[in-house]
């Protein structure tokens, strides 16, 4: 069974551009969620989707969105960067809702802003 | 955001010793709280889970402890090796049913 694949691996952009994430979930998997990952903040919540739908969302500003696709794809985009969103992008899916089961990584889009 | 606190942000333990970390969290209306490992270059694994209808769970070396009125739970690592050095991610379900994590602890087992 494939994992959480996510796409680019790693990128580098200037500030000011945008980006855009990709996620492809377990085969099965109806929710996927997003997650910043940075020295000393740990793990912040971005987003969640589950069948399409925004479930919840975390304290990101307005340049951060996300949505998913009918075969739960997902994609985060993040507008107008700024050096601070410099982070290791995580998706993870699960079969239920994020916070009733396990949730499986994938390996993260590496992001450097210049 | 960070509604979920977790200690120490870095531990170092000797081969055969207990590695001990701790998490405490604000509300939470569901009951689920899991321990992600994850080492470098990769993205987080689900080591062990507990849903608080018990105060302990045990899987081999790795045991949470969870103590419900407190709002705390604690990994314990016991005979911690040089292969469970890395970084350790409580989570808790708060609010609003997302899943918060912890800010993380480094571990490094030396032999």
């Known amino acids: 069974k494939a994992g959480v694949t996510q796409t680019p691996r790693y990128l580098i952009k200037t500030r000011g551009q945008q980006v855009t994430l990709s996620c492809s979930p377990i085969?099965?998997?109806?929710?996927v969620s997003w997650y910043q990952q940075t020295p000393g903040q740990g793990l912040q919540f971005l987003f969640e989707?589950?069948?399409?739908?925004?479930?919840n969302k975390g304290n990101f500003p307005g340049r951060f969105s996300g949505r998913q696709f009918s075969n739960s794809r997902s994609e985060m985009n993040v507008s107008t960067l700024e050096l601070g969103d410099s982070a290791l992008y995580l998706c993870?899916?699960?079969?239920?809702?994020?916070?009733?089961?396990?949730?499986?990584f994938g390996e993260g889009s590496r992001l450097t802003v210049l | 955001q960070q509604q979920v606190k977790q200690s120490p942000q870095s531990l170092i333990v000797q081969k055969g010793g207990i590695s001990i970390i701790n998490c405490a969290y604000e509300?939470?209306?569901?009951?689920?709280f899991p321990w992600y490992q994850q080492f470098p270059g990769k993205g987080p694994a689900l080591l062990i889970a507990?849903?608080?209808?018990?105060s302990e769970k045990k899987e081999g070396r790795f045991t949470i402890s969870f103590n419900k009125s407190a709002k705390q739970f604690s990994l314990h690592i016991m005979d911690s090796q040089p292969g469970d050095s890395a970084t350790y991610f409580c989570?808790?379900?708060?609010?609003?049913?997302?899943?918060?994590f912890g800010t993380g602890t480094r571990l490094q087992v030396f032999p």
């Open positions: 989707y589950f069948s399409e739908t925004q479930r």
């Open positions: 507990i849903r608080p209808d018990v």
């Open positions: 509300n939470t209306a569901f009951d689920y």
């Open positions: 989570a808790a379900p708060v609010r609003t049913d997302k899943l918060i």
């Open positions: 993870a899916s699960s079969f239920g809702t994020t916070s009733s089961g396990e949730l499986f």
């Open positions: 085969s099965g998997h109806r929710s």
